[in-house]
């Protein structure tokens, strides 16, 4: 792990990332810190950290795994990163510790820390979602952390409460969805997003019953066209052949737009439950949420959620804004009512569109990682 130290450096902070989202997300803070060739910055993260500082490791093509069975087949590798992170720690002993989401690896780093004494402030930049799986894990993180710079406005609260000094940045994707913007796309109500998310096993289980809603809504409105696309061409290849075998080729559009593009000119949609569905608010897309997972899996997930809903858009306005179809309800049927509801009702579109407006107005104005990057220079007194 690497160390740059830039002439008269002012303060000195190590970065942990473990997603290709938190790279992102930290290369964009780093790019805002002020002073920023005054820093010294070593750390773990992405390509994108890595190219911004030179110091930062890429260890995203280990550290970003998904599933209990994953994390536990390279428990041995967590194990040696993690101590030569704390190692690497207590050697140059930074003024600050970055932490970026990934809390598997950065909540039990942060114990490592205050455990064994570590003086400098460790700093978390978008909070772990404990606020719908774990809120007992917040009080453990009052005790932990120093400063919480959160990306939603009611996390702001949650955290005060335990005693937490919390600051709200706003969300990154306002900035994100500015880029992606184009005024000049018209939206076409004869059109229907079909986003069945951005992993192959997403695809496997929500496309199918996408295909039979699609087919059951050509029965009453056989002028709809449904336009969808993947995360690569791999993925979108494989939609391409579920379309072509239940023989909705000539109503289908494949992989010809992104899908940010999908969500602007579509007059609904139908979107798995992730980061695209807020993503589809910010663009105005009128849409349902569906999503599914295995049995148990959502048994558990059942006993576990401190939340009444699992789309973020609904969650903040507390109340079902966006309909959702969980589990045994994502189906064709199911979704093909609530898509031919949206489009059949104009008031019902607009009221949807109006309420995620709404919505996505609590996320801040933008510049999210430039208030982030301020709050972290302001806890370890930096001026500009």
Same mark, same amino acid.
């Given at each position: ?225 449904? +336009?969808?696309?993947? =995360? ?5 290849? !494989? /939609?391409? #052949?579920?379309? @072509? %075998? ?83 309800? +994502?189906?064709?049927? =199911? ?5 031919? !509801? /949206?489009? #059949?009702?104009? @008031? %019902? ?36």
């Amino acid at each position: 792990m690497k160390t740059c130290h830039a002439k008269q450096s002012l303060k000195s902070l190590v970065v942990i990332a473990g997603e290709i989202s938190g790279d992102t997300h930290g290369a964009e803070l780093l790019r805002a810190l002020p002073g920023t060739d005054g820093w010294s910055v070593s750390g773990l993260g992405g390509p994108k950290m890595a190219e911004w500082t030179g110091t930062i490791e890429n260890w995203l093509d280990e550290a970003a795994v998904l599933g209990l069975l994953e994390v536990l087949k390279k428990y041995g590798y967590f194990r040696e990163k993690m101590e030569e992170t704390v190692a690497h720690i207590h050697e140059v002993k930074p003024d600050g510790v970055l932490f970026i989401d990934y809390p598997g690896f950065n909540l039990r780093l942060a114990k490592r820390l205050r455990e064994e004494g570590y003086k400098g402030k460790l700093i978390y930049y978008i909070s772990p979602q404990v606020w719908a799986w774990k809120k007992g894990r917040i009080k453990v993180m009052a005790r932990l952390l120093d400063l919480m710079i959160c990306i939603f406005p009611f996390e702001k609260q949650l955290y005060e409460k335990s005693g937490l000094p919390t600051e709200f940045a706003g969300h990154p994707l306002i900035d994100e969805m500015a880029e992606v913007r184009d005024e000049g796309i018209v939206r076409d109500s004869n059109l229907v997003a079909m986003l069945p998310g951005s992993r192959e096993r997403e695809i496997a289980k929500l496309f199918p019953p996408m295909l039979e809603a699609a087919a059951e809504l050509l029965e009453s409105h056989p002028s709809l066209m449904f +336009a969808t696309t993947g =995360a690569t061409r791999t993925l979108t290849e !494989r /939609l391409r #052949e579920m379309v @072509a %075998a239940a023989g909705l080729s000539d109503a289908f559009s494949v992989g010809e737009s992104t899908s940010h593009h999908i969500m602007q000119q579509a007059g609904v949609g139908v979107v798995a439950s992730g980061t695209a569905t807020l993503e589809a608010a910010c663009l105005g897309l009128p849409y349902c949420l569906t999503y599914k997972v295995a049995w148990l899996t959502a048994q558990v997930a059942r006993r576990v959620m401190s939340v009444d809903y699992l789309g973020i858009v609904n969650v903040m306005a507390d109340r079902e804004v966006v309909k959702e179809l969980l589990q045994n309800d +994502a189906n064709g049927a =199911a979704i093909a009512a609530e898509l031919n !509801r /949206l489009l #059949e009702d104009t @008031a %019902a579109r607009e009221a949807i569109r109006r309420e995620i407006a709404e919505v996505v107005a609590m996320l801040g104005g933008g510049g999210a990682h430039e208030k982030a990057a301020q709050s972290v220079a302001a806890a370890l007194e930096v001026t500009a």
